[in-house]
């Protein structure tokens, strides 16, 4: 399968303070990269979509001036966390695809965030 | 938007045993991958299985589209399998819509 790696796999930051993630498909051209956050014992949730060269579509309930998310290349896209709180702290996963529909997403490692 | 729903969500079995993961979904969909969640958090592809039958060893998947479920099944099970389940739904162009999980506990 194709692989996607995101860096780094985990990440302590002070509070106040901003933290990048970064999201790359290795193997393949991802013309769509969508972020999720995950809580411990729960499922994914979706935080915002993007497409390379285009602005990113937030769900409803994230902000967006908090949650920067940039898709400048269609092998990378970024999250920056800005001034976070320890109510931040969270397991974020980037995914990746090719194409708009009928195609299978992968996933990244993930990315565990304290803030403290 | 799209409901999925998961069941059971917890199942303890002995190694070696059978088990069964059902995906229900509220709407048609033409994207529908199954994952497993490794204890570091990483997302294993499972499968990918808008429709029909696939195996994988021994893991194998169906989706009755018409029904709106899905199932996920794992033979002989080992320590190695437990974790998290999910399955998870799309349509169209779409976000991934995610199921609460089945977590699947092998005890030796």
């Known amino acids: 399968g194709a692989v996607v790696s995101q860096h780094p796999s985990w990440v302590i930051c002070k509070s106040g303070t901003s933290v990048k993630i970064e999201c790359r498909s290795l193997d393949f051209q991802a013309t769509t990269m969508f972020w999720y956050r995950q809580f411990p014992k729960q499922s994914l949730m979706l935080m915002a979509t993007s497409n390379e060269g285009s602005k990113a579509t937030y769900e409803q309930g994230v902000e967006k001036d908090k949650f920067l998310i940039n898709h400048a290349s269609l092998t990378l896209s970024t999250l920056t966390v800005t001034s976070a709180h320890p109510e931040d702290s969270s397991f974020y996963i980037c995914?990746?695809?090719?194409?708009?529909?009928?195609?299978?997403?992968?996933f990244g490692q993930g990315t565990r965030l304290t803030v403290v | 938007g799209i409901q999925v729903e998961q069941s059971p969500p917890d199942l303890i079995l002995q190694e070696g045993a059978n088990s069964t993961l059902r995906c229900n979904f509220s709407?048609?969909?033409?994207?529908l991958q199954w994952f497993h969640q490794n204890p570091w958090g990483q997302l294993i592809n499972l499968f990918y299985?808008?429709?029909g039958t696939k195996q994988n060893g021994r893991l194998s998947a169906t989706t009755v589209a018409t029904e709106r479920y899905s199932l996920l099944y794992i033979s002989s099970s080992q320590t190695t399998d437990s974790g998290v389940y999910f399955c998870?739904?799309?349509?169209?162009?779409?976000?991934?819509?995610f199921g609460q999980g089945t977590r699947l506990t092998i005890n030796p």
């Open positions: 299985i808008p429709s």
């Open positions: 709407d048609s969909v033409n994207n």
């Open positions: 998870a739904v799309g349509k169209g162009a779409q976000k991934l819509v």
């Open positions: 995914s990746a695809r090719w194409g708009a529909v009928n195609t299978e997403a992968f």
